[in-house]
Protein backbone atom coordinates (compact mmCIF):
# COMPACT_ATOMS: atom_id res chain seq x y z
CA UNK A 1 0.00 0.00 0.00
CA UNK A 2 1.41 2.96 -1.09
CA UNK A 3 1.64 6.57 1.72
CA UNK A 4 -1.25 8.59 0.01
CA UNK A 5 -3.60 5.14 0.20
CA UNK A 6 -2.29 4.54 3.79
CA UNK A 7 -3.03 8.22 4.51
CA UNK A 8 -6.67 8.08 2.89
CA UNK A 9 -7.67 4.70 4.91
CA UNK A 10 -6.60 6.34 8.46
CA UNK A 11 -8.92 9.55 8.04
CA UNK A 12 -12.00 9.47 9.27
CA UNK A 13 -14.40 12.52 9.74
CA UNK A 14 -17.20 13.98 7.52
CA UNK A 15 -17.30 17.05 6.01
CA UNK A 16 -20.21 18.83 4.39
CA UNK A 17 -19.49 20.54 1.34
CA UNK A 18 -20.04 24.04 2.40
CA UNK A 19 -17.42 25.11 0.70
CA UNK A 20 -20.09 24.64 -2.60
CA UNK A 21 -22.64 26.91 -0.42
CA UNK A 22 -22.92 30.39 -0.13
CA UNK A 23 -25.82 31.31 1.87
CA UNK A 24 -27.18 34.52 3.78
CA UNK A 25 -25.38 35.11 7.37
CA UNK A 26 -28.52 35.10 9.94
CA UNK A 27 -26.18 36.07 13.05
CA UNK A 28 -24.56 34.32 15.90
CA UNK A 29 -26.15 31.78 17.67
CA UNK A 30 -25.40 30.81 21.75
CA UNK A 31 -22.87 27.84 20.50
CA UNK A 32 -19.36 28.16 21.71
CA UNK A 33 -16.61 25.37 21.98
CA UNK A 34 -14.20 25.96 24.96
CA UNK A 35 -10.48 25.39 25.72
CA UNK A 36 -11.50 21.70 26.55
CA UNK A 37 -12.83 21.21 23.11
CA UNK A 38 -16.39 20.97 24.88
CA UNK A 39 -19.20 22.03 22.80
CA UNK A 40 -22.17 24.46 24.77
CA UNK A 41 -25.57 25.45 23.89
CA UNK A 42 -26.39 28.01 26.40
CA UNK A 43 -23.87 27.73 28.71
CA UNK A 44 -24.70 23.45 28.63
CA UNK A 45 -22.94 21.10 27.65
CA UNK A 46 -24.12 19.36 24.49
CA UNK A 47 -23.94 15.75 25.38
CA UNK A 48 -25.28 13.91 22.49
CA UNK A 49 -22.10 13.37 19.92
CA UNK A 50 -24.08 12.79 17.27
CA UNK A 51 -25.24 16.23 17.21
CA UNK A 52 -21.74 17.76 18.04
CA UNK A 53 -20.56 15.53 14.75
CA UNK A 54 -23.25 17.60 12.87
CA UNK A 55 -22.21 20.28 13.78
CA UNK A 56 -18.77 19.68 13.29
CA UNK A 57 -19.37 18.65 9.86
CA UNK A 58 -20.43 21.99 8.72
CA UNK A 59 -18.32 24.41 10.84
CA UNK A 60 -15.99 26.43 8.87
CA UNK A 61 -13.00 29.05 9.93
CA UNK A 62 -13.05 32.10 8.19
CA UNK A 63 -11.23 35.48 8.80
CA UNK A 64 -10.51 34.28 12.53
CA UNK A 65 -14.16 33.68 13.23
CA UNK A 66 -16.41 30.45 12.87
CA UNK A 67 -19.61 29.38 11.39
CA UNK A 68 -22.00 26.47 10.97
CA UNK A 69 -22.96 27.11 7.66
CA UNK A 70 -25.86 25.36 5.58
CA UNK A 71 -27.41 25.64 2.19
CA UNK A 72 -29.81 27.80 4.06
CA UNK A 73 -28.13 29.72 6.54
CA UNK A 74 -24.59 30.96 7.82
CA UNK A 75 -24.42 31.30 12.08
CA UNK A 76 -21.55 32.93 13.84
CA UNK A 77 -20.44 30.19 17.00
CA UNK A 78 -17.98 31.07 19.28
CA UNK A 79 -14.48 28.82 19.99
CA UNK A 80 -12.29 29.98 22.68
CA UNK A 81 -9.17 28.54 21.17
CA UNK A 82 -9.21 25.00 18.64
CA UNK A 83 -12.46 23.33 17.74
CA UNK A 84 -11.45 19.78 18.20
CA UNK A 85 -8.86 17.85 20.88
CA UNK A 86 -6.46 15.27 20.06
CA UNK A 87 -7.41 12.56 22.86
CA UNK A 88 -5.72 9.77 21.33
CA UNK A 89 -3.02 8.02 19.38
CA UNK A 90 -1.54 5.12 17.45
CA UNK A 91 1.56 4.39 16.00
CA UNK A 92 0.86 2.62 12.62
CA UNK A 93 3.91 1.07 10.25
CA UNK A 94 3.28 0.10 6.53
CA UNK A 95 6.45 -1.43 4.82
CA UNK A 96 9.17 1.15 5.91
CA UNK A 97 6.60 3.83 6.72
CA UNK A 98 5.31 5.36 10.26
CA UNK A 99 2.48 6.99 10.61
CA UNK A 100 1.03 8.53 13.92
CA UNK A 101 -2.27 8.49 13.50
CA UNK A 102 -4.56 10.97 15.78
CA UNK A 103 -8.08 10.39 16.64
CA UNK A 104 -10.09 13.71 18.06
CA UNK A 105 -13.04 14.40 21.11
CA UNK A 106 -15.14 13.51 17.97
CA UNK A 107 -13.54 10.94 16.91
CA UNK A 108 -11.99 12.20 14.18
CA UNK A 109 -9.06 10.20 12.21
CA UNK A 110 -6.09 11.87 11.09
CA UNK A 111 -2.66 10.72 9.75
CA UNK A 112 0.34 13.51 10.94
CA UNK A 113 1.11 14.01 7.23
CA UNK A 114 1.73 17.19 5.13
CA UNK A 115 -1.62 17.58 4.68
CA UNK A 116 -2.39 17.35 8.67
CA UNK A 117 0.37 18.73 10.25
CA UNK A 118 1.64 19.29 13.62
CA UNK A 119 2.41 22.52 14.20
CA UNK A 120 2.85 24.83 17.84
CA UNK A 121 0.81 27.94 18.69
CA UNK A 122 1.54 29.75 22.04
CA UNK A 123 3.37 27.21 23.47
CA UNK A 124 0.93 24.60 22.73
CA UNK A 125 0.88 21.48 19.53
CA UNK A 126 -2.08 21.61 17.71
CA UNK A 127 -2.86 19.73 14.58
CA UNK A 128 -4.56 20.69 11.12
CA UNK A 129 -7.28 19.09 10.71
CA UNK A 130 -7.63 20.99 6.60
CA UNK A 131 -10.67 23.32 6.31
CA UNK A 132 -9.11 25.68 8.34
CA UNK A 133 -9.83 23.78 11.25
CA UNK A 134 -7.29 22.41 13.58
CA UNK A 135 -7.01 20.13 17.26
CA UNK A 136 -5.03 21.11 19.97
CA UNK A 137 -3.00 18.33 20.87
CA UNK A 138 -4.25 16.97 24.71
CA UNK A 139 -1.04 17.72 27.39
CA UNK A 140 -1.14 13.35 28.06
CA UNK A 141 -0.76 12.69 24.26
CA UNK A 142 2.13 15.17 24.32
CA UNK A 143 3.35 13.54 27.47
CA UNK A 144 3.27 9.60 25.51
CA UNK A 145 5.28 11.13 22.24
CA UNK A 146 7.44 12.64 24.72
CA UNK A 147 8.56 8.91 25.36
CA UNK A 148 9.00 8.50 21.92
CA UNK A 149 10.45 11.42 20.53
CA UNK A 150 13.98 11.28 18.94
CA UNK A 151 16.30 14.57 19.54
CA UNK A 152 19.16 16.42 17.29
CA UNK A 153 21.06 19.19 17.99
CA UNK A 154 20.84 22.78 16.37
CA UNK A 155 23.63 24.56 18.24
CA UNK A 156 23.54 24.43 21.28
CA UNK A 157 19.61 23.55 21.65
CA UNK A 158 18.48 20.02 21.74
CA UNK A 159 15.42 19.66 19.41
CA UNK A 160 13.11 17.03 20.41
CA UNK A 161 10.85 15.55 17.57
CA UNK A 162 8.24 12.57 16.19
CA UNK A 163 8.33 11.10 12.82
CA UNK A 164 5.07 10.68 10.77
CA UNK A 165 4.31 10.14 7.25
CA UNK A 166 7.90 11.19 6.06
CA UNK A 167 7.97 13.84 7.90
CA UNK A 168 9.51 15.32 11.25
CA UNK A 169 7.32 17.17 13.39
CA UNK A 170 9.36 19.12 16.53
CA UNK A 171 7.61 18.93 19.97
CA UNK A 172 10.10 21.43 21.49
CA UNK A 173 7.74 24.45 22.93
Request: glycine share 6%; aromatic share 10%; charged share 20%.
Amino acid sequence: MKLEQLLASIEQGQHAPTEKWNPPYCGELPIRIDTNGQWLYQGSPIKRLPLVKLFASVLVHEHGEFFLVTPAEKVKITVDDAPFIVTTWSELRQSNTTVIQVTTNINQQFGLSEQHPLFIKNHQLYVDCGRGLSAKVHRNVVYQWAEIAHSRYEGDREIWFINSAGCSFDLNL
